[in-house]
């Protein structure tokens, strides 16, 4: 499977994006899906994940009420909508395709490109 992250920008603390990760092939369902991030000097981290038919989603700590991630299988697509941002949420955000419902980075055999979220004071 291919992934295509997109949504970053520059924003305001305070402020909401919207990330999309648009996968190719038609085997999209059969992924657990989640977002990584990583912030300049720090390792990759884990931020949200979401089953393959969407019933379980789990979030890093300090996105909990903020951070809501979606998908859609009849689109091939999966969202985190980020509210409340923080000057701490900047980071590049990658989108992630596993076979297992984990959390760890080298669970996921597939990654978009990143898309950069700037979040301003």
């Known amino acids: 499977v291919q992934l295509q992250a997109s949504g970053g920008g520059l924003v305001q603390a305070g402020g909401s994006l919207r990330l999309s990760c648009a996968a190719s092939g038609r085997t999209f369902s059969s992924y657990v899906m989640a977002w990584f991030r990583q912030a300049p000097g720090k390792d990759r981290q884990f931020v949200a994940a979401?089953?393959?038919?969407?019933?379980?989603?789990d979030y890093v700590d300090s996105v909990k009420g903020r951070f809501t991630i979606a998908r859609d299988n009849a689109e091939n697509t999966m969202y985190l909508q980020m509210n409340s941002l923080k000057p701490e949420d900047t980071a590049i955000y990658y989108c992630a395709a596993g076979s297992r419902y984990q959390f760890a980075v080298n669970e996921y055999d597939y990654w978009g490109q990143g898309t950069l979220v700037t979040v301003s004071s």
């Open positions: 979401i089953s393959w038919r969407g019933i379980s989603r």
